[in-house]
T-cell receptor
């Protein structure tokens, strides 16, 4: 596998379910990101991890819980979501200390639908 | 505060025409970075260019060119001799050197008609 991969590509869940999104990067990068893209809002940065440490939490509700066990893997744990959380969730990675100042490589995204 | 404005929500042009996508940004920092990304129908964002605030030289890459003007806080993107494969949503983005935030514009959906 090359680049940034995300699983699953599509997910449908109920409001009481617990699920996790997985992201893996094969680029040797140090920083990883979660973004939310919905029809009503522009691309929103949710979390930034730099060398496994969370450096940015962009006022994301606690029903979204990120986990970064190492520089290559990033998870987004979901619980008690709302229908308005339905969106495309994109993962990205980049190189270097200045995380968001470097070009980011994006995964294909997970299309999430909350019923 | 950071802000990126892409005033053009949707543009349609006929193939082989030139098209310019506008991007206007706001920042209080003197050191910042500007980006353009392309999102084809497949959904995956593709990096196109990064420009730092100290480099105002225009850049050309094949049919793509970028015009960075600090005086007007703009970083416009031009596609010359457009092709159907250029159809996508294009995002302009800004990050400031001092923190780990990146702000994207709302995107411009570009339709290239055959």
């Amino acid at each position: 596998e090359t680049g940034v991969t995300q699983t699953p590509r599509h997910l449908v869940m109920g409001m009481t379910n617990k699920k996790s999104l997985k992201c893996e990067q094969h680029l040797g990068h140090n920083a990883m990101y979660w973004y939310k893209q919905s029809a009503k809002k522009p691309l929103e940065l949710m979390f930034v991890y730099n060398f496994k440490e969370q450096t940015e939490n962009n006022s994301v509700p606690s029903r979204f819980s990120p986990e970064c066990p190492n520089s290559s893997h990033l998870f987004l744990h979901l619980h008690t979501l709302q229908p308005e959380d339905s969106a495309l969730y994109l993962c990205a990675s980049s190189q270097g200390w200045e995380a968001t100042n470097n070009e980011q490589f994006f995964g294909p995204g997970t299309r999430l639908t909350v019923l | 505060a950071q802000k990126v404005t892409q005033a053009q929500t949707e543009i349609s042009v006929v193939e082989k025409e030139d098209v310019t996508l506008d991007c206007v940004y706001e920042t209080r920092d003197t050191t910042y970075y500007l980006f353009w990304y392309k999102q084809p129908p497949s959904g995956e964002l593709v990096f196109l260019i990064r420009r730092n605030s100290f480099d105002e030289q225009n850049e050309i890459s094949g049919r793509y060119s970028w015009n960075f003007q600090k005086s007007t806080s703009s970083f416009n993107f031009t596609i010359t001799a457009s092709q159907v494969v250029d159809s996508a949503v294009y995002f302009c983005a800004l990050s400031e050197a001092r923190d780990d935030k990146i702000i994207f514009g709302k995107g411009t959906r570009l339709h290239i008609l055959p």
